[in-house]
């Protein structure tokens, strides 16, 4: 079982930038990839991006691709979005993801961190 730790969100004004973060501990990190989701309001946690562990080989949705970039830190375990032209309709909670699988619009993931929450808004 891995924990996957967040950190990063907070509120930014449309066309601003922020960075999450995401740390994962296990006694034995084996997860082929890892990958982010969000949660608007009232709506479905929806994927956003995933990256393969160990090509580094990423896929975005639609909704981000040419604005948000999926990164990862092989040393120290760790997996980073940066949020570019952020919009008010990516206000969400950002959940980091392992084992994540899928294509297309149907994803799945076996481990979530906590979530942490993006604000975009004047």
């Known amino acids: 079982q891995v924990q996957l730790i967040e950190s990063g969100g907070g509120l930014v004004q449309p066309g601003g930038s922020l960075r999450l973060s995401c740390a994962a501990f296990a006694r034995t990190f084996s997860s082929y990839a890892l990958g982010w989701f969000r949660q608007a309001p009232g709506k479905e946690r929806e994927f956003v991006a995933v990256i393969n562990w160990s090509t580094g080989n990423t896929y975005y949705a639609d909704s981000v691709k040419g604005r948000f970039t999926a990164s990862r830190d092989n040393a120290n375990i760790t997996v980073y979005l940066q949020m570019n032209s952020l919009k008010p309709e990516d206000t969400a909670v950002y959940y980091c993801?392992?084992?994540?699988?899928?294509?297309?619009?149907?994803?799945?993931?076996?481990?979530w961190g906590q979530g942490t929450q993006v604000t975009v808004s004047s």
């Open positions: 993801a392992a084992d994540v699988s899928g294509y297309g619009s149907t994803w799945y993931a076996g481990s």
